[in-house]
């Protein structure tokens, strides 16, 4: 089992840029596919961003594409959401993911990951 922890979330404006962080303990990512999920506030939890095994494929919600990015630093076991043009509707809790078994491409069904984090707040003011 993958220990998970998010960071970056805070308030920030509309338009703004923000940088998510997910640093994994246990054991190593670097083979497992990885996900972003969000949950806003009276909504069920969606879908953001995945990521391959091998960093060759990404996935995207429509309401975020051409807006964020998700990538890894396997040297540092850990994966990464750079979210620009925030929008009010971004805001939501972030949370991470890991895929319950490696060499997996990227997934956006949420039963596929094994392992999630706490979850980081981000509020975009408009």
């Known amino acids: 089992q993958v220990h998970l922890v998010e960071s970056g979330g805070r308030l920030v404006h509309a338009a703004d840029s923000l940088r998510l962080s997910c640093t994994a303990s246990?054991?190593?990512?670097?083979?497992?596919?990885l996900g972003w999920f969000r949950q806003a506030p009276g909504k069920e939890r969606s879908f953001v961003a995945a990521l391959s095994w091998d960093n060759r494929r990404a996935l995207y919600g429509d309401s975020v594409k051409g807006r964020f990015t998700i990538s890894r630093d396997n040297a540092n076991n850990t994966v990464y959401l750079q979210m620009n043009n925030l929008k009010p509707e971004d805001t939501a809790i972030y949370y991470c993911?890991?895929?319950?078994?490696?060499?997996?491409?990227?997934?956006?069904?949420?039963?596929?990951?094994?392992?999630w984090g706490q979850g980081t707040q981000v509020t975009v003011a408009s």
């Open positions: 993911a890991v895929q319950k078994y490696p060499y997996g491409v990227a997934v956006f069904r949420a039963e596929v990951y094994g392992d």
């Open positions: 246990g054991r190593t990512i670097a083979n497992y596919g």
